[in-house]
């Protein structure tokens, strides 16, 4: 039997063990697969990032006997409603008519920030200065607490933990970093 012409991707001559064409995989073809699954895993990748960096920024905030606790930074009870961090952040609540009333002072990331909330129909509304620049939001109920959306249309959501209608007069949110209070 005569070996058949040569040929580079076709048949393998067996010397007449077998008349089944026995064919090996180019090695183009294998190398041409890896870029593409690499550029797809690529693509997961950014797309998974992108969903990270763009959520919803979530704070914690709890009001109790204990004290008020906002994002981890604690404020003790000093008494009539006042609280006082350790670096001189200050909250106050007082009580009014439609709901309770609050008043911060802090500083945000380097920045002075004040901040006024009071009750407003299915929530509260909220002014703030900070670092000179003027800011109002809405907060919403939410199961969770409060959906807070900023006039310039940045949102956070303000999980609420102890009791349920704590005012959050501090404009949480509004750095890419975890805040520092002081």
Do not use: K
């Not at 690499?38 to 969903?51: T, Y």
């Not at 106050?92 to 920045?111: W, Y």
């Amino acid at each position: 039997m005569a070996d058949p012409p040569p040929r580079r991707d076709l048949r393998i001559p067996l010397g007449g063990l077998s008349r089944h064409a026995v064919r090996r995989p180019r090695l183009r073809r294998t190398l041409l697969r890896w870029p593409v699954l690499a550029a797809l895993a690529g693509a997961a990748a950014a797309m998974a990032g992108v969903l990270l960096a763009t959520g919803e920024p979530q704070v914690d905030v709890r009001l109790d006997g204990d004290g008020y606790r906002i994002d981890g930074q604690r404020l003790e009870a000093s008494g009539g409603g006042t609280y006082v961090g350790p670096g001189g952040a200050a909250l106050v609540i007082e009580p009014g008519p439609r709901g309770p009333v609050a008043g911060a002072s802090a500083g945000l990331d380097g920045r002075h920030m004040t901040g006024r909330c009071e009750p407003a129909p299915g929530g509260e509304s909220c002014r703030f200065t900070l670092g000179g620049e003027t800011l109002s939001a809405v907060d919403e109920r939410t199961e969770y607490g409060w959906h807070r959306r900023y006039s310039d249309g940045r949102t956070v959501a303000i999980r609420l933990t102890g009791e349920r209608d704590a005012p959050v007069p501090f404009a949480v949110g509004r750095s890419a970093a975890r805040s520092r209070w002081w």
